[in-house]
């Protein structure tokens, strides 16, 4: 059986049968298409093309912490390990992710609360002009957004993404009605490839 080989090229053929797929795309700005494609093309799904909400100067407010070399927060170590290393070393880029963090544990037995919120609570002061990525705990969203409103952390920008049946709609919603700059996937889906897509997108858009 004949099949592409050339790894440059199945990405380009892939991109073009998704601009095809989804010729609604083209009213978008080009970084904010770019960025969608990039979900649709990890997930395989056309379906994400109508799904992802992207707020106003999200994606600017994304480059421009990336190119300032600002942190990056992930609520999960898989979310961490998706990322781009050569784009993230580029613009010197630190990713950090505290759920296995001692510290993090502790917290979360003391206070009776999941280690996904001490990990956040814990990196709120790495935020400050930051990208926070969230791709599996809802209530690692639902903290991050009440620390937002008390202005404890003052992220750039958040990929708010979690996935589920209990709480991830919701913390989404909490979200998408904040003005911090977001993008995020409304309902039960998501999941940390989603987030990883996103952020990817930015360091190649960067």
């Given amino acids: 059986m004949e099949f592409m080989k050339d790894p440059r090229g199945i990405e380009?053929?892939?991109?073009?049968?998704?601009?095809?797929?989804?010729?609604?795309?083209?009213?978008?700005?080009?970084?904010?298409?770019?960025?969608?494609?990039?979900?649709?093309?990890?997930?395989?799904?056309?379906?994400?093309?109508?799904?992802?909400?992207?707020?106003?100067?999200?994606?600017?407010?994304?480059?421009?912490?990336?190119?300032?070399?600002?942190?990056?927060?992930?609520?999960?170590?898989?979310?961490?390990?998706?990322?781009?290393?050569?784009?993230?070393?580029?613009?010197?880029?630190?990713?950090?992710?505290?759920?296995n963090d001692p510290r993090t544990a502790a917290e979360a037995r003391q206070q009776g609360v999941t280690r996904a919120m001490a990990a956040m609570r814990l990196a709120a002061p790495e935020l400050d002009g930051g990208i926070a990525a969230i791709g599996n705990a809802p209530t690692a969203l639902f903290t991050l957004c009440e620390l937002i409103n008390h202005g404890t952390a003052s992220p750039a920008l958040?990929?708010?993404?979690?996935?589920?049946?209990?709480?991830?709609?919701?913390?989404?919603?909490?979200l998408m009605k904040m003005a911090v700059p977001h993008v995020t996937v409304p309902g039960t889906k998501g999941g940390s490839t989603i987030a990883v897509a996103v952020v990817n997108a930015l360091l190649y858009l960067a």
């Fill in 12 to 99: 380009e053929r892939s991109m073009a049968i998704i601009e095809e797929s989804v010729p609604e795309l083209q009213s978008l700005a080009l970084e904010e298409r770019r960025v969608i494609e990039r979900v649709v093309h990890t997930t395989g799904d056309i379906f994400y093309a109508g799904l992802v909400r992207i707020s106003p100067g999200a994606v600017a407010a994304g480059l421009a912490a990336i190119r300032a070399g600002r942190s990056i927060i992930t609520d999960v170590n898989m979310l961490k390990a998706g990322l781009n290393a050569s784009r993230l070393k580029k613009y010197g880029v630190t990713v950090n992710c505290y759920i």
């Fill in 158 to 174: 958040v990929v708010g993404t979690p996935v589920g049946f209990v709480g991830a709609a919701e913390s989404k919603e909490v």
